[in-house]
């Protein structure tokens, strides 16, 4: 079966770094997307990254490791309004997008 | 301008009922998505429309009927609703239907069936 792996809930500390692990195993690959979801509201994308590799894009970096199964979002200076739920998203090789139950991320002050 | 839209934002109504929810873009987009969330968060592919031709059916009940008048909108109507049919319904689109295109998410629909 398909499967994507994530946390289901971290905390951080405004202004510091945190870092939202997420592992694959799907049948091919040909891509993996990062969506934020604030609560009661509808995801929106941050990040594609298909080649490995780190994709800096901000406060915000998203890095791949194909022969890993692996991906992790990277925010750094960490602001309140960065609660939020995290969504990995990857491609099969039918091109089908399957959605991680996402990482409800809290930040504290 | 909001890109994407739905309405109603919230739907309450009760079982054996059938409701539809609207969906429009002007992002000149070429494919629009539905796709439900239920409790867990999960993001569940209903439906995708590009250029008015249904070109991913996902094994949903075939209470669902996505309809499309024309390229900027992709309208769902829900025949003979369930209880298990709440949860929140969003509607999506993207630019060329590729599926590495960046999908636009609408605010969502909360549907709750009583």
């Known amino acids: 079966g398909q499967n994507i792996d994530q946390p289901t809930e971290m905390t951080a500390t405004e202004g510091a770094i945190v870092q939202i692990n997420c592992t694959y195993q799907?049948?091919?690959?040909?891509?993996l997307f990062w969506y934020q979801q604030h609560a009661g509201e509808a995801p929106t994308f941050l990040s594609y990254?298909?080649l490995d590799g780190l994709e800096e894009k901000g406060r915000f970096s998203s890095f791949l490791s194909r022969s890993k199964g692996y991906s992790y979002l990277l925010l750094k200076e960490l602001q309140m309004k960065d609660s939020a739920s995290y969504l990995c998203?990857?491609?099969?090789?039918?091109?089908?997008?399957?959605w991680g139950a996402g990482t409800k991320l809290i930040i504290k002050p | 301008d909001t890109a994407v839209s739905q309405t109603p934002k919230y739907l309450v109504t009760q079982m054996g009922n059938d409701k539809s929810i609207k969906c429009e873009q002007n992002l000149g987009h070429d494919t629009m998505y539905w796709y439900k969330q239920d409790s867990k968060k999960f993001l569940k592919i209903m439906f995708s429309y590009n250029n008015k031709e249904l070109i991913i059916n996902e094994t949903v009940p075939n209470r669902f009927s996505p309809k499309s008048p024309d390229k900027a909108h992709l309208n769902l109507h829900i025949n003979s609703l369930e209880l298990g049919d709440s949860a929140v319904y969003f509607c999506?689109?993207?630019?060329?239907?590729?599926?590495?295109?960046?999908?636009?998410f609408g605010p969502g629909t909360r549907l709750t069936v009583l």
């Open positions: 998203a990857v491609l099969d090789s039918n091109y089908q997008l399957i």
């Open positions: 999506a689109s993207s630019q060329k239907g590729l599926a590495s295109d960046t999908q636009y």
């Open positions: 799907t049948s091919g690959f040909n891509g």
């Open positions: 990254n298909v």
